[in-house]
């Protein structure tokens, strides 16, 4: 079946390390999104990538990094440079007027 | 830019009783509108969408949502609720480029027996 996949389901990072966050779709989208999800502020836009080898930053770029080298994959980088990253992350893929979510990753930075 | 508002973070319900999720939006131009769930540690399922054409739109689950421009408002409703509707909601909004999709904070619902 078709879908995104997220990996890990629950990370577990020291406070200062860079953590990379896993995104795969066989969808054939050519839109791939980053979100980021805290309780009671819905989910807020990280970057996105439109087309390989091109990505925009979003609302809450700021200590975040991505890559789209190829169409299936849309990795996310936390880099220690994010202040506060303990969060539940989602991918998404379009087609058309239509997001499809991963079941995302939460993150815990202790 | 175009914005969402939900009312309400909690809204409890009782099995069997109405359930209704309020939505206004702005926008400067049509917007395409959308109300997504999401159950605990998941990610979000498309529970139904607006874009063009009839304003009551029907979705997944026996939930539906009317789009009304006059008031900005999409809200969603379903007539009947199951324990398993229990869940956060989600209202969304983006132009006809659909790069920018905005979340509402969500509304947790709660039905109970």
């Known amino acids: 079946d078709g879908g995104i996949t997220q990996s890990p389901k629950y990370l577990f990072r020291k406070e200062g390390q860079n953590v990379t966050l896993s995104c795969e779709q066989n969808?054939?989208?050519?839109?791939m999104y980053w979100y980021r999800q805290d309780p009671g502020q819905g989910l807020r836009l990280i970057y996105y990538s439109q087309i390989v080898n091109d990505f925009q930053k979003g609302d809450i770029a700021e200590g975040y990094s991505v890559s789209r080298e190829k169409k299936e994959s849309f990795p996310l980088t936390v880099t220690s440079a994010q202040k506060n990253p303990t969060a539940f992350y989602l991918c998404a893929s379009r087609a058309g007027t239509g997001y499809t979510f991963g079941s995302g990753t939460r993150l815990t930075v202790v | 830019a175009q914005s969402v508002t939900q009312l309400g973070s909690h809204v409890s319900v009782s099995e069997g009783a109405l359930v209704l999720l309020r939505c206004n939006y702005s926008s400067s131009v049509p917007p395409y509108l959308f109300w997504y769930v999401q159950y605990p540690n998941q990610g979000l399922q498309l529970l139904l969408k607006y874009t063009t054409g009839a304003t009551l739109v029907k979705g997944i689950n026996g939930f539906e949502a009317e789009f009304k421009k006059s008031e900005t408002s999409f809200h969603l409703t379903k007539p009947s609720a199951h324990m398993s509707d229990a869940a956060e909601y989600f209202c969304?909004?983006?132009?006809?480029?659909?790069?920018?999709?905005?979340f509402g904070a969500g509304t947790r619902l709660t039905v109970k027996p």
């Open positions: 969304a909004v983006s132009l006809y480029n659909n790069n920018d999709m905005r």
């Open positions: 969808l054939n989208h050519d839109a």
